[in-house]
């Protein structure tokens, strides 16, 4: 069973940043894609970012030139970086991994930005 657990969310006023964290329980190198969602209270569950293979990165149109997401190999972690943050940007954020065709969710983190 693969676990991945996040952290690094909290309040933050509009304008500040957060960088989230996913550590996996074991190696991630065979993993087609790895990424983040965020679910606001009340909607669906959206794509925020992703890694796709080894290198292609996809963003959001919400969230370009404002987030990054990023890996670290040695540490079988990926990040996401969040700037300028907005109070849209307020929901649960998940990461995510697809490893041998299954999808692999962590616990999900609280991110909300006040006014």
């Known amino acids: 069973q693969v676990q991945l657990v996040e952290s690094g969310g909290g309040l933050v006023q509009a304008g500040g940043s957060l960088r989230l964290s996913c550590e996996a329980s074991?190696?991630?190198?065979?993993?087609?894609?790895m990424g983040w969602y965020r679910q606001a209270p009340g909607k669906q569950r959206e794509v925020v970012a992703g890694?796709?293979?080894?290198?292609?990165?996809n963003y959001a149109d919400s969230v370009k030139g404002r987030f990054t997401i990023s890996r670290d190999g040695a540490k079988n972690t990926f990040y996401l970086q969040m700037n300028s943050l907005k109070p849209e940007d307020t929901a649960v954020y998940y990461c995510?991994?697809?490893?041998?065709?299954?999808?692999?969710w962590g616990q999900g983190t609280q991110v909300t930005v006040s006014s």
């Open positions: 074991g190696s991630t190198a065979s993993a087609s894609a």
């Open positions: 995510n991994i697809l490893l041998v065709r299954t999808n692999y």
């Open positions: 890694i796709i293979g080894d290198s292609r990165v």
